[in-house]
């Protein structure tokens, strides 16, 4: 089955520093991994993806993320925190059982400091 | 105009009773699902239909029962609620079925089960 593991709860960062949000994935095939952003009391939303294709991902709201295949990690980054950023962050792989399903990591959740 | 939502937002009610949550996508996708979001977070997939047929049905107590009318309509039905069921439950829905294709969620229905 696949996975996806975020080995940090959470992470702090000063605002104007860079950030990363840690994310490995465990897949049996190619891996089509996602990051999505919950902010409070609201829904997920869609950062960025990687289906194939260049390793570095660009995605929403001046997010990265790097695909290493050998280190099977996804971290998603950002080169400068804004306070705005602090939110909660799920890593996601895709998962085929008879249909596509998202596996959802157990999220980080980032505090930017002012 | 909201892409995906749901009503009601908040639901309080009793154990026992029955209750039902809906959601409406104005996206055009194909692929509809529910997720309940527990206490610490944990994402989990519950169900997904892909035009108006189920697709993926994870091990979820026969007391939930989703129907989905139309492919743009994805609602949730629970009979004899337990003080287990409370959780935030999120509608999402995406192109269609392809592994490719990120997820856009609802603002979440809070329920809380006394």
């Known amino acids: 089955a696949q996975s996806v593991a975020q080995p940090e709860d959470q992470v702090n960062v000063a605002e104007g520093n860079p950030l990363t949000v840690k994310c490995t994935y465990s897949v049996s095939g190619n891996p089509y991994l996602f990051w999505y952003v919950q902010y409070p009391n609201r829904g997920l939303q869609f950062l960025l993806k990687y289906i194939t294709g260049d390793n570095l991902v660009k995605g929403s709201y001046g997010f990265e993320a790097e695909f290493n295949k050998s280190q099977t990690s996804f971290h998603l980054k950002k080169p400068s925190a804004l306070v705005s950023d602090s939110a909660l962050y799920f890593c996601?792989?895709?998962?085929?059982?008879?249909?596509?399903?998202?596996?959802f990591g157990a999220g980080t959740r980032l505090f930017v400091k002012a | 105009d909201t892409a995906v939502s749901q009503t009601p937002k908040y639901l309080v009610t009793q154990m026992g009773n029955d209750k039902s949550i809906k959601c409406e996508q104005n996206?055009?996708?194909?692929?509809m699902y529910w997720y309940k979001q527990d206490s610490k977070k944990f994402l989990k997939i519950m169900f997904s239909?892909?035009?108006?047929?189920?697709?993926i049905n994870e091990t979820v107590p026969n007391r939930f029962s989703p129907k989905s009318p139309d492919k743009a309509h994805l609602n949730l039905h629970i009979n004899s609620l337990e003080l287990g069921d409370s959780a935030v439950y999120f509608c999402?829905?995406?192109?269609?079925?392809?592994?490719?294709?990120?997820?856009?969620f609802g603002p979440g229905t809070r329920l809380t089960v006394t």
């Open positions: 996601a792989v895709r998962e085929y059982t008879g249909g596509f399903k998202t596996i």
């Open positions: 999402a829905s995406s192109q269609d079925t392809s592994a490719s294709y990120e997820q856009y």
């Open positions: 996206l055009g996708h194909d692929t």
């Open positions: 239909y892909n035009n108006k047929e189920l697709i």
